[in-house]
């Protein structure tokens, strides 16, 4: 598969891909470990452009979906020109966790945020998170889960890797923990019952490395950032093969508080649907393999909240 984009680009897109922390008694998953398949600071923020000290800083987080040093990498030249059409100063949050992410944008710390679609339905539910904008990756404005596993296992469905060790990214990720739970869930299966192992990576792109280089057995990855990386001919990816796929499931969007200042809002809103518009901000679009931003719709993302239902209600009745 070597189109798409990713959350990458969604990622990229400046969002983010990326998960713990106040939602676990939803989750569940209590005991796994957490593995770092590199090491990154876990709290960086970055200042995005020259400083000004005549303009006001605009806050902005994004979700680790990718590791921290190429979240940056990607995102860097977005933001900045972002900010510089709203005549603001950048400041670039990550945190590594989507879990924290989520904490800051309730506590109103930061002003716009890049999530993925799970701490999104979980940020609307518990303090009304915003959909600024989403991506539209490859004509649509949807995305999936992949299943995967070594390109030379003998692995060819989800089926095939019970008893294995499995990669998971975030407990609050989408593709990344609460799909698998949901697909072994309607199974009558839990990830502690099926898999012989589970660890947590932190990254769409470390878990697509763990299978690469025989970490795990397999992963549940988001499709954007497999798509991405292999388009870019990515050595973890050529390593890797596809070996489910989830329904589709509203993109990881672009967010803020509820009560971020109308006004700001509102430029912020014009600057993300007009990005497509202006030759430079297209070129880096195309360039990020995004094709536009448009508003949202909270309703695309009512297949995740079922899912969410679904697993607390199963597990409240010891299912």
Partial sequence: M????LWLSVALIVFGAVSCLWWFGVFGGRGMPTID???????ATIPVGA??????????AVAAMISPEPTKKYYDALLRLIGQRVGREVVFVQRPTYAEVNALLAERKIDVAFVCSGPYVTGREEFGM???AVPVVGGEAVYRCYFIAHRDSDVESLDDLRGKRFALTDRLSNTGY???RYVLGRRGQTLESFFGETFFTRGHDNSI???AEGLADGAAVDQLVWDFLDAGDSVHTRRTKIVGRSPDYGIP???VHPELESDLKRRLREVFLSLHEEETSRDLLRRLRIDRFVEGDDAAYDSVRRMQLWLADTKEEGR
């Fill in 130 to 132: 915003e959909l600024l």
């Fill in 37 to 43: 398949l590199q090491s990154v600071a876990p709290n």
């Fill in 209 to 211: 490395r763990a299978v």
């Fill in 51 to 60: 400083a000004a000290a005549d303009r006001p800083e605009l806050r902005v």
């Fill in 253 to 255: 969007p672009v967010v």
């Fill in 178 to 180: 609460l799909v698998p």
């Fill in 2 to 5: 070597r189109s798409g984009g």
